[in-house]
């Protein structure tokens, strides 16, 4: 029985003494991306070249003409090109899709859910988003809420920008993601 104590307290003893893992940094992105894509709202004349479009309008379903102040209450959806550098004319690497809806009767703001499809040599596979997007900051949080392929499982925060806007009729958004969840 003593040797089945001392063999105890020698075990405990060692895994007291034993050196402690290093924590993991949980604020350190495991996984860090910048990618832009460009919307280019259908306004009833540029259909070859428009990506999104107003699909519901409380203003009588007008769609060819935009809400009165502040959108509110439109539902846009959007196919946009996603490209690696600012520049509408680059080669895209894949496609944003997805919607927005205009959610404010006081100021620009929107309710975002869309998707990145990325289909390049660069990167394969989906980036799901979701989140608000008051659009008069300068920049906007908004949560990675999952991926497929090289992103499968893949979770964390995006910080969008305007980084160019056109009017009512072209916008482009900065998009740097930050995974802090990578499987």
Known sequence: MDAKVALFVLFTFFVLCSPQPLERNQYAPCKHLILYFHDI???????????????????????????????????VVFDDPVTLDNNLHSEPVGRAQGF???????????CLGFTFVLNSTYHQGTITFAGADPALKKTRDISVT????????????????????????YFRLRVEIKFYECW
């Open 41 to 75: 709202i259908y306004n009833g004349r540029n259909a070859p070249n428009a990506t999104s479009a107003i699909v519901a309008d409380p203003q009588g379903a007008n769609l060819t003409k935009l809400a009165t102040q502040f959108h509110f209450g439109n539902l």
């Open 100 to 110: 927005y809806i205009y959610d404010s009767k006081n100021t620009f703001t929107a």
């Open 146 to 169: 999952g991926g497929t392929g090289d992103f499968f499982m893949h979770r964390g925060i995006a910080i969008i920008m305007t980084d160019a806007f056109e009017g009512e009729v």
